[in-house]
């Protein structure tokens, strides 16, 4: 006769087995795995630092310091690792730069809670720099975020100045000078190293502020005056600082000089144009005030509103004054910016200029000369009760140019611009039947494009 054996598996109870194990087996077990799994000490260690927030006991033998420091370390190999590839590819994968910029969060995190110690940090200064050297990694900015979070002594700052003057280059020069200036309080080793490297205009700005912030006034206005005639590249803060000076003292012959100065380096020239214009008008100087206004509208641009521009003159001028120049004004406006031309058409209440100009032109060309996707659609919205059949046109016409030889986005543009000119042919002119009409033989024309079809299916 034969036994029937039990095949059924016996549940191992791995909780209860855990429990029961003494303190030698169990520190046995755990390094038997860190053996086999090295990765899980991180995962320890934050088991631990969770276990100690839970229980805030006294840090007596500095464990927290000791756990902070090791936790800093594992991070910062994780992110090692991949800036290391970065470094030496020149990049990499998105996913990866994320997960190395976790780390990065990780240790700041860590520096926040400051239980991180000085060696540590000057250890794990010299090894983070062997990575920030390279500088070809796109790491660069987040490395150096994380340097000036872990510095809070005077010690650390000096050590971080020292790493970076073991590479010498302008910009490691400008954050040593700031370190200086803002963190060490080194008004002596700032000036000197500041004094070397007067360049360009925002040099001399720094400097500016740095005497600003000592309550030398006379200093910061020679540093300014200085830079103006001599600085490089951007020049703004230093004639704004000036202009601002001298206009508060009421002092029209340096705000002119200060203008003059800006003319004759072609720099700032408007800003510093409208900042004379304000002064001679709170002066109440019409005549320099009008001179100067003009003078400004010449260097209007393309990142400027020369809408704007022409209702401040109009707003200011004396009627007799803006009689006899709004035409040039206003020619001249027609050549650089068709649009704000069309503004001011519309204030004029010079509606067929408008729907004609719009009709003919099309899509107009913004200032930066790339295609502005809206076209003139804020001034067809505004005339489409006075012209709604030209403003249909306008649509249909800007509709139609993105069908043949189309895609889907374009196929998208198409759809919108339908949508609005049914909405006039419903709404406005009632007309329902011209609306299925045209629209019918639309489709038909392009009944072999599927896509357009498909965005269309809802009209």
Request: aromatic share 14%; charged share 35%; net charge negative.
């Amino acid at each position: 006769m034969t036994t029937e054996k039990n095949t059924q598996p016996v549940d191992f109870l791995l909780d209860e087995r855990l429990r029961s194990l003494d303190n030698t087996d169990l520190c046995d077990l755990v390094d038997n795995l860190l053996d086999k799994k090295p990765e899980l000490y991180q995962l320890i260690l934050e088991w631990f630092k969770e276990k100690q927030k839970t229980a805030p006991e006294t840090d007596a033998n500095g464990d927290l310091a000791s756990l902070d420091d090791n936790l800093l370390f594992e991070y910062w190999e994780d992110a090692r690792r991949i800036i290391s590839e970065f470094n030496e590819y020149g990049g990499g994968p998105e996913d990866a730069e994320y997960e190395a910029y976790g780390y990065l969060d990780n240790i700041s995190e860590l520096i926040k809670e400051g239980n991180i110690t000085a060696d540590a940090k000057f250890d794990f200064l010299d090894e983070a720099f062997e990575e920030y050297n390279y500088e070809n990694s796109g790491f660069e900015d987040g490395l150096m975020d994380v340097f000036f979070e872990i510095c809070q002594t005077k010690e650390e700052w000096e050590y971080l100045v020292k790493k970076l003057d073991e590479h010498p280059s302008k910009w490691r020069k400008k954050m040593i000078m700031h370190i200086q200036k803002k963190y060490l309080h080194d008004d002596e080793a700032y000036l000197k190293e500041r004094m070397k490297n007067l360049q360009y205009g925002m040099d001399y700005w720094d400097l500016v502020e740095y005497y600003e912030e000592k309550g030398d006034l006379p200093k910061a206005l020679e540093t300014a005056e200085e830079g103006i005639l001599k600085g490089e590249g951007k020049l703004t803060e230093l004639f704004e600082f000036l202009s601002e000076h001298f206009a508060k003292k009421e002092d029209t012959a340096n705000l002119e000089r200060i203008v003059h100065t800006a003319l004759s380096r072609q720099s700032e020239e408007k800003n510093m144009l409208d900042r004379l214009f304000e002064h001679y008008k709170l002066m109440e100087d019409y005549k320099n005030a009008k001179e100067t206004l003009l003078e400004s509208f010449g260097f209007t641009s393309w990142h400027c509103s020369y809408y704007d521009e022409y209702k401040r003159m109009k707003e200011f001028l004396k009627d007799q004054d803006w009689k006899s120049i709004e035409p040039e004004i206003v020619n001249k406006i027609k050549e650089k910016d068709l649009n704000d031309y069309l503004r001011i058409c519309l204030d004029k209440n010079m509606k067929e200029t408008v729907i004609e100009t719009i009709l003919n032109k099309g899509s107009p060309r913004g200032r930066l000369g790339l295609l502005n996707d809206d076209g003139f659609d804020e001034f067809a919205d505004k005339l489409e009760f006075d012209f709604p059949e030209k403003v249909i046109e306008y649509y249909w016409q800007k509709a139609y140019r993105n069908i043949p030889g189309g895609n889907r986005r374009t196929y998208q543009d198409a759809a919108k611009n339908l949508k609005k000119a049914k909405s006039i042919y419903m709404d406005i002119l009632e007309d329902e039947t011209g609306w299925t009409k045209r629209f019918s033989y639309l489709r038909s024309e392009f009944k072999n494009r599927p896509a357009f079809l498909d965005e269309v299916k809802h009209l």
